[in-house]
Nanobody, 118 residues
Framework: VQLQASGGGSVQAGESLRLACVAS????????LGWFRQPQGKEREFVAA????????SYADPVKGRFTISINNRSNTVYLQMDNLKPEDTAVYYC????????????WGQGTLVTVSS
């Protein structure tokens, strides 16, 4: 089971980025796929998640209205569209997965760095 994230980079405040996470190694039916982030020196925090093939996205308050999570079932890819980026969005972003019967995310991808300058 593998989650491979990509798409990070350096942008100016107000610009956009799209992160992608390719899921492989199993079927993800029944799983939630999500994004977390960890700013330097801080705890990792939830950003957004969505259940595979069901939808119903959820978002952390700081990103509501600016970030959009989506899943392409055919390519097994989870996207995080990030618009109107702010310097406080600067962090390493991770994609993760958990079965709907689990309370914790158990599958983690490597991080991708997003840097937003003012």
């Amino acid at each position: 089971v593998q989650l491979q994230a990509s798409g990070g980079g350096s942008v100016q405040a107000g610009e956009s980025l799209r992160l992608a996470c390719v899921a492989s190694g199993r079927t993800f039916s029944g799983y939630f796929l999500g994004w977390f982030r960890q700013p330097q020196g801080k705890e990792r925090e939830f950003v957004a998640a969505m259940r595979w093939s069901v939808g119903r996205p959820s978002y952390a308050d700081p990103v509501k209205g600016r970030f959009t999570i989506s899943i392409n079932n055919r390519s097994n890819t989870v996207y995080l569209q990030m618009d109107n980026l702010k310097p406080e969005d600067t962090a390493v972003y991770y994609c993760a997965g958990r079965h709907f019967t689990q309370t914790s995310y158990t599958i983690w991808g490597q991080g991708t760095l997003v840097t937003v300058s003012s």
